[in-house]
């Protein structure tokens, strides 16, 4: 059921409509690059797209293939990637499209993108792949240069609530996207009060440190076996909000580049030091996957803020 409504989401209907232009005209290309805002839908317009091109659910069809993420992996490996060239190669068992969803593509690593770069060079007939990534930069230039791109972004505020109302139903779903962003895909798939729980809770924990009244090393323990991803929203947004009173740009958002041209600094307050904090958080959660010890990391930035 939640397949379906996201297919239909106000805010993917411009990509829809493209898509279905170019199948009424079959002029659909052999590579298609959906560039995806977290939670925004497009790994479900994707398995859309290739319910269309088979007349049928693609889960299970024998034309159909899924490449991810395997296991703890944090990377797509070469072996996968061969493995789905090999069979792109087959004919089609039904006679018409065969269809491959890369999901996540950014996470493909050199060596997997290098094997998949033939197949988009020379794909085989009435093939067509389809590649989600949020951060298609991570991709080669190789294999963006070979698809063509579809953007995903962000719905309105609105229009996000009006989708999770709808679909999922009443919730304090306001202050959930004030958390998260306006992801509401991801939002469906929280429990919101647990959301808030966390938020509370790692706010209280950073109004503690900065009182003195907790030790970071335990705090960052905590964090760690917990959540941590949301917590380091959490901190995020709290990084972001007093960054923003400090430029003067009043209306809290979770997004500084909402601000155009920030207003003169607060004298009274550390801005630089701030903007550093939010460097050290934003490279704590790429770190997050590689093998990193996640607690030590995080005990040294919680430590930053209290200096």
Not at 12 to 31: K, T
Not at 116 to 134: D, F, G, H, N
Not at 146 to 163: F, K, M, T, Y
Not at 244 to 265: F, N, V, W
């Amino acid at each position: 059921m939640l397949s379906g409504s996201v297919a239909e989401a106000s805010w993917l209907g411009p990509a829809r409509e493209q898509l279905l232009a170019a199948l009424r005209q079959e002029r659909v290309p052999h590579a298609l690059l959906i560039q995806d805002a977290p939670g925004a839908g497009g790994d479900h317009l994707a398995v859309w797209l290739a319910q269309q091109l088979l007349h049928a659910a693609p889960e299970g069809h024998p034309d159909f293939t899924r490449l991810g993420l395997v296991e703890e992996s944090k990377q797509i490996r070469v072996e996968q990637a061969r493995e789905l060239s090999a069979h792109l190669a087959l004919a089609s068992h039904q006679g018409g499209y065969k269809v491959a969803l890369i999901d996540p593509a950014d996470a493909l690593n050199w060596n997997a993108a290098n094997a998949l770069l033939k197949t988009l060079e020379e794909p085989p007939s009435r093939t067509v792949l389809i590649l989600v990534a949020q951060q298609p930069s991570r991709l080669p230039a190789t294999i963006r240069s070979r698809c063509q791109r579809v953007r995903i972004r962000a719905p309105e505020r609105a229009a996000a609530l009006a989708w999770l109302t709808a679909t999922v139903g009443e919730g304090p779903w306001e202050a959930v996207l004030d958390v998260i962003g306006n992801a509401p895909l991801l939002a469906a798939a929280l429990d919101p009060r647990a959301v808030l729980q966390i938020r509370d809770e790692t706010l209280a924990g950073i109004t503690d440190l900065t009182a003195r009244r907790a030790d970071a090393a335990q705090l960052a323990d905590a964090w760690s076996r917990t959540e941590l991803a949301l917590r380091l929203t959490c901190f995020e947004n709290w990084l972001t909000e007093r960054i923003r009173r400090a430029l003067g740009a009043g209306t809290y958002s979770t997004e500084l580049r909402d601000g155009a041209h920030p207003g003169r600094p607060d004298p009274g307050s550390n801005v630089p030091r701030l903007f550093d904090l939010l460097d050290q958080l934003r490279a704590l959660r790429v770190a997050l996957a590689t093998p990193v010890n996640r607690s030590l990391v995080l005990e040294s930035l919680l430590r930053s803020l209290v200096v």
